[in-house]
């Protein structure tokens, strides 16, 4: 059996510590599969490089996604410099379900994740309705407060 995908991180600080966090939460068992590299806005982008390198080696150059948040920022940047020549990805505007979902997914091979990945992302957003939450039914009682009085 291959080895899985890996998945680093590497956003505007402090999101990509952030996502891995969530990350842990829904799946404790992806801690050596997730890595973040969080880019302070006073680091030069070479010293970014050189951190994502190392945490590139950490791993395993060859099965590794890179997650980034804003195409063209510095993250972005690093993040293309730093798969140059390597078998690796990149995928800009990172997202909460975007990274579940190549967690999830991270023992399929790299193109298969990519994918995975970014469908999980589009169908992330969505433009939610104001109606009762998800699978729970709407309290109707004559006896509450007005549901859009916000001074109780």
Known sequence: MSRPTSIL??????????LRECALHVFPDCGESVLALDVPPSERPEDSLARARAL???AGEDTTLVLT???GATPC???QRLVEGVRSRVVSGVNLPMLLRAV???????????????VGGTQGVMQVAISAPQNQNRRNNAH????????Q
């Open 144 to 151: 509450d407060q007005d549901p859009y009085h916000h001074q």
């Open 56 to 58: 590139l080696a950490e």
């Open 9 to 18: 991180l590497i956003a505007h600080a402090p999101l990509a510590h952030a």
């Open 69 to 71: 948040d804003v195409f």
């Open 77 to 79: 940047n690093v993040a």
């Open 104 to 118: 999830s997914y991270r023992s399929e091979p790299l193109d298969s994740v990519v994918t995975r990945a970014v």
